[in-house]
């Protein structure tokens, strides 16, 4: 979030989720894609702890919305691809 631009909405590079379908809505991939997973570890470099209860955040509604989609492909889809999980639950 920075003061360069102006634009409302989300910018067309976000690779943000399309739900329920949890779709990329820049690049069409499973999100999280591997251009937003790249940027994820970007942005929380310093703060895996705080990446990872993102993901589980977005993990647990893709559960609720994926209903069809076995738990285990949606955790390693999820969270799965983290370099270090500071805690396993
Ligand atoms: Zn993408």
């Known amino acids: 979030m920075t003061a360069a631009g102006g634009a409302t909405g989300p910018a067309a590079d ?7 379908e949890w779709s990329c809505g820049t690049c069409g991939d499973a999100w999280p894609c591997s251009a937003k997973r790249a940027r994820l570890l970007v942005e929380y470099q310093v703060d895996l702890a705080s990446l990872s209860v993102y993901l589980g955040s977005c993990l647990a509604s893709a559960s609720q919305d994926l209903r069809t989609a076995p738990v285990s492909a ?4 999820f969270i799965g691809w983290l370099p270090r999980s500071p805690r396993q639950f």
């Open 74 to 77: 949606l955790q390693d889809r």
């Open 14 to 20: 976000e690779h943000a989720p399309v739900t329920p």
